[in-house]
Each structure stands twice: as C-alpha cells, then as structure tokens.
C-alpha cells in the first residue's frame, strides 16, 4: 500500500525558506515520478514541481522557478522541495503526489503560510 507523508510545513515571514518533506512507504520514490502540487484557499490545486523517475530530471511551475527545488534522498525513501524566497502567493496546503499501478497516491499535505 502506497503511503506519502509531507512535514515541513510552517509559518515564514516573505523571503523566508522553508524546506518540505515527502516520505514514501509501499513504493521505491527512485521508481516514479513525484510531484508537488499546492492548493491555496478558494483556488484550484497546481502543479509546483516534479522529479522524475530514475534519473535527476526536474520539472518547475513558472511560478516558482528558481526559488523552489525538488530532490531526492533514496537512502531515506523522500522527496525534498527547497522553497527560498517566499511570497504572500505561495500561502498553500501542499501536497505530493505519484502516479503507480494506474493510481494517483495523494498525501494529506503540509500548510505553508507566508505572512509578515
């Protein structure tokens, strides 16, 4: 069973960094591609970020492109999304997500809030 865990999530002042967790349990995450999504109040969830499978490929909203970083730790089973320079903007429950076996595995998510 699929199993995906986010922490790190907080309160930061604008500019701040925060960095966010997404430890997996039932599923390699070398294996899959993983993703950040994020869903702020009254909006639609967005894509954030996305690492793809075996290799160290990334992928990165506009929005957040080169502020934000995805990685990997194989050894600890997670994916990592470094997030500097926060803005009001990016005030958002956060969220990682793969694709396995033809099912989309969501965790609960993280609250972000940047506020001064």
């Known amino acids: 069973q699929v199993q995906l865990v986010e922490s790190g999530g907080g309160l930061v002042q604008p500019g701040g960094s925060l960095r966010l967790s997404c430890a997996a349990s039932g599923i390699m995450v070398g294996t899959v591609h993983t993703n950040w999504f994020r869903q702020a109040p009254g909006k639609e969830r967005e894509f954030v970020a996305r690492?793809?499978?075996?290799?160290?490929?990334?992928d990165y909203a506009d929005s957040v492109k080169g502020r934000f970083i995805i990685s990997r730790d194989y050894a600890k089973n997670t994916v990592y999304l470094q997030m500097n320079s926060l803005k009001p903007e990016d005030t958002a429950i956060y969220y990682c997500?793969?694709?396995?076996?033809?099912?989309?595995?969501w965790g609960r998510g993280t609250q972000v809030t940047v506020a001064s």
């Open positions: 690492i793809l499978n075996g290799g160290s490929g990334t």
């Open positions: 997500n793969v694709f396995f076996r033809g099912n989309m595995h």
